[in-house]
């Protein structure tokens, strides 16, 4: 597992991904692929996106089209480090 790619593939994520803090949305890009036809983000709130099975399933088919990641390792150690950043920048925390 190539873990400096797989970084640069979450920090690409992460800077695509908007917080709405004034109405609790997040907007992902990879969200897209479940509603193609609206040509919009598709927004969730906040607090269900890291449980929330659509969201997982689109990441990985993002990053499965986009990035040719096939390995479930590399998925989940991406889907992780995705998520403790956003996690973090929604509670406006710094991450070291």
Do not use: Q
């Not at 992460?14 to 004034?22: F, Q």
């Amino acid at each position: 597992m190539d873990k400096k790619f797989l970084n640069r593939v979450v920090g690409r994520l992460v800077k695509e991904t908007r917080i709405d803090y004034t109405i609790g949305k997040l907007y992902a890009p990879f969200y897209l692929l479940h509603f193609p036809k609206f040509g919009s983000p598709c927004n969730i709130p906040l607090c269900s996106f890291i449980n929330n099975p659509f969201f997982i399933h689109s990441f990985k088919e993002h990053c499965k089209e986009v990035y040719g990641l096939n390995n479930n390792e590399e998925f989940n150690y991406m889907w992780n480090e995705y998520g403790n950043i956003i996690k973090a920048k929604m509670n406006n925390k710094e991450l070291v």
